[in-house]
Structures are given as structure tokens and as C-alpha cells.
């Protein structure tokens, strides 16, 4: 028998992340790794924690063999609940359903039984690949105030950025009047963070008729919330003003990670009040060499610095030997950097060699450099701004 449960949330983390290409070739996205000792999924988990969620659906798919092992029994994020906790779901052959899931709407359907058994009156949807601090709790407060059918959290975005995403019209309260997936005109800046609460029986009944719509994409924004609106429900946007930023690019994960730099940076890690939590490896102190020189950056455990680092983020057990030089770069776990090498714009995979000499990427020239894991950089290799290298690469500049 299991206990009642107000809201039960259901994080999407199956998505494929192709426009990180080897960061995710091995690996779903939510588990790609993030601030020198998280992974992006850390965040959304920790959300739910410190909002008083404490039953959590994980719905996988994509490449779910680390993601499933990194969540483990949720023991991390005080997860490990006897009645509720987090929960990994993959796609399963049922009675009625097929084994993949078709979309985020059928991805919530084919798991409403796990739902049922809490009993909820409301269902949290979750993205797991999202960089946010946000308190989940207060947005279903608004929901339950406005007694509203489904409540869309929105973040105000500048209006020459709005036609890339699904954007909120509402009136003065912030009832939603008109939805548009990426509009080429958009009449507001109110963009979907992705972020749902839906009544929970409302929601099922929704998701059967959508089932039941050979035509239907089975996707949230493209399904559910327009047929909600052209029935009338009560919804409303919940505006979310923090810090958010979607990693679905290389661009923007280099990004994310820099907003973490500084003595005020962007984006806090340190904050006690909402920590983020995570399954991190216990790894030695890291050991800064008295020929080093380290400058705004951040420093796991487990790294050796005997060169220059500015302006970067070195996961567990990085090696910067002396004469190396990284600057504005994320240096994964276990990479090694030999002499002499440089690493300036670029995101290198873990458990990678840079050869000594290499030259990685660019001062100069700022666009990303991404090197693959588990990969040997020959010495004096030159890689150029922008290039995405995997093994093939080296494989070809070597001929």
C-alpha cells in the first residue's frame, strides 16, 4: 500500500541531445557532466528535494546506462524514500502501449500507472536538462490559488529570442489566452521553461484522448496544452524570474559553466539555503603545484595543477602539467594535459590525453572547441577553433 502523495513529478530525461555530439554519444543528456562535479539532471532532482517533492519519476530512453546508474537509489538527493523516493522508468511493453515512447505526452501515459498508485491530486512535468534553481512548491501554491486545470511556468526572454520557443499570450491575471510554438511574430515574451503542473485526473483524461488521436504528435506543447485551451481550461502562466538557461548546445553549456566563474558569479553554486546535490566520487584533495597558477576558476577534487589555469573548470582528477596553459575552457574528469600544451575556448571530454604541445582551440577566435572522450591528442597536435573531435578525426589529421 502506498501512501498519498499531494504532487508527484515526472522528469523527461530521455532526450538525445544531439547538438552536443560526443558529450552525448554515450550518454543521455541530463547526464552529461556540469560544474566540475554535477551532471545537468543534479539540478531538477535537488529542485524537487528542496521544494518537499519527494517522488520522482525518471522517465529514460536515450543511451540510459549512466544516467540509471548515476540515480542509483537517490540516496544523494534524500530520495531513498520507503514510500515515494525517485524511481528510473524506462520504456517497457505493455498490454496496450508500445515499447518507445512517441513523445513527452505519451511518455506521461504509458507511466500513468505509476502515477495512480500515490494517488496525487497533482502531476509535476519535469525537463531534465534545464540549469535552474526554482521552488516548485511555491509554484504549486499559485496553481492551487488560481484553481487552475494546468499552470505553465514561463520565463520573460528578449522578444528577438522568442520565436525559438513556445510562447505564452495571457491576459492581466496571466490566464493563458493563446499558445504559439515558436512564432514567427510573437505578440509576448513569455517562453515555457518546459515546467508543468497539471490536476493529475484532468491530465489522464487528456492523455487518453490524445492516445486515441491517430494524428496526434503525443507532445505536450504541440498536443495537450492546445487542446486544453481550445476546451476552455482554466490556465495560467507562472512567471519564474532566476537564473535559467536550457544546455542544449555546446555554446550553451560552455556558457552555463562560465556563468558559475567570479566573485559574484551569475549562476551561485554556494548557496546553503538550495544546494545542489550530487553522486560525486570521493577523491583526494586537489594539490595546487608552487610553479602554478591559478586564476578565477573552479577546482575538484582530485586535481593536480602544475601550470596556468585561468578563467576555467577542472572536474575530479584533471592533470595540468607544468608549462600547460588552460584558459576559459571545462576540462573533464581524469584529462590529462601534458607540457606545454594549450587549451583556450574548448570542452574536453573525460579521461582524455592532450598530447604535450598541442594547441587546442583559440584565444583569438572564441568559438568552442569540443574534444571527445577517452581519446589521445598526439603531441604537437593543432585543432582549430570549432571543431568537434571524436576518434575519426585524429585518425584523419594523422593520414
Known amino acids: 500500500m502506498y501512501n498519498k502523495k499531494e504532487c508527484v513529478a515526472m522528469l523527461l530525461a530521455g532526450g538525445q541531445g544531439s547538438r552536443l555530439y560526443t558529450l552525448t554519444e554515450k550518454t543521455a543528456k541530463p547526464a552529461v557532466p556540469f560544474g566540475a562535479k554535477y551532471r545537468i539532471i543534479d539540478f531538477t532532482l535537488s529542485n524537487c528535494v528542496n ?6 519519476g525518471v522517465l529514460t530512453q536515450y543511451q540510459p546506462l549512466v544516467l540509471n546508474e548515476y540515480i542509483g537509489n537517490g540516496q544523494p538527493w534524500d530520495l531513498d524514500r520507503m514510500n515515494g523516493g525517485v524511481m528510473v522508468l524506462p520504456p517497457y511493453q505493455g498490454s496496450k502501449s508500445a515499447d518507445w515512447y512517441k513523445g513527452t505526452a505519451n511518455a506521461i501515459y504509458q507511466n500513468m500507472n505509476f502515477i495512480n498508485r500515490y494517488d496525487p ?79 493529475r485526473k484532468l491530465l489522464a483524461d487528456y492523455l487518453e484522448d490524445d492516445e486515441n488521436d491517430p494524428n496526434s504528435s503525443k507532445d505536450f506543447g ?30 550553451s553549456l560552455w556558457e552555463a559553466n562560465m556563468d558559475l566563474l567570479g566573485e559574484n558569479p551569475t549562476f551561485n553554486l554556494y548557496d546553503n539555503d ?15 603545484g608552487s610553479d602554478a597558477t591559478v586564476d578565477n576558476s573552479i577546482i575538484s577534487q582530485g586535481c593536480e595543477v602544475h601550470g596556468i589555469v585561468e578563467n576555467s ?61 577517452n581519446l589521445v591528442i598526439p603531441h604537437g597536435m593543432k585543432i582549430a577553433s570549432g571543431e568537434m573531435v571524436n576518434a575519426q578525426y585524429i585518425e584523419e589529421k594523422k593520414i
Open 121 to 199: 491530486d497533482y502531476v509535476l512535468i519535469l525537463s531534465g536538462d534545464h540549469i535552474y534553481k526554482m521552488d516548485y512548491d511555491a509554484m504549486l501554491e499559485a496553481h492551487k490559488k488560481n484553481n487552475a486545470a494546468a499552470t505553465i511556468a514561463v520565463i520573460n526572454v528578449p522578444i528577438e529570442q522568442a520565436s525559438r520557443f513556445g510562447i505564452m499570450n495571457t491576459d492581466e491575471n496571466n490566464r493563458i489566452i493563446e499558445f504559439e510554438e515558436k512564432p514567427k511574430e510573437p505578440k509576448s515574451t513569455k517562453a515555457s521553461m518546459g515546467i508543468y503542473i497539471f490536476n
Open 51 to 56: 521544494s518537499g517533492i519527494d517522488t520522482v
Open 274 to 288: 538550495w544546494r545542489i546535490y550530487s553522486r560525486s566520487e570521493i577523491r583526494p584533495p586537489h594539490y595546487i
Open 222 to 251: 504541440k498536443n495537450i496544452i492546445p487542446a486544453m485551451l481550445n476546451n476552455g481550461e482554466k490556465m495560467y502562466a507562472y512567471e519564474f524570474s532566476g537564473y535559467w538557461k536550457d544546455v542544449g548546445t555546446i555554446q
Open 313 to 373: 573548470i577542472l572536474f575530479g582528477g584533471v592533470k595540468i602539467a607544468r608549462g600547460a596553459y588552460v584558459k576559459n575552457s571545462i576540462i573533464m574528469q581524469d584529462t590529462v594535459v601534458r607540457e606545454g600544451a594549450s587549451v583556450s575556448y574548448a570542452i574536453v571530454d573525460g579521461d582524455t590525453e592532450l598530447g604535450a604541445g598541442s594547441q587546442i582551440g583559440a584565444d583569438a577566435d572564441k568559438r568552442i572547441t569540443l574534444i571527445g572522450s
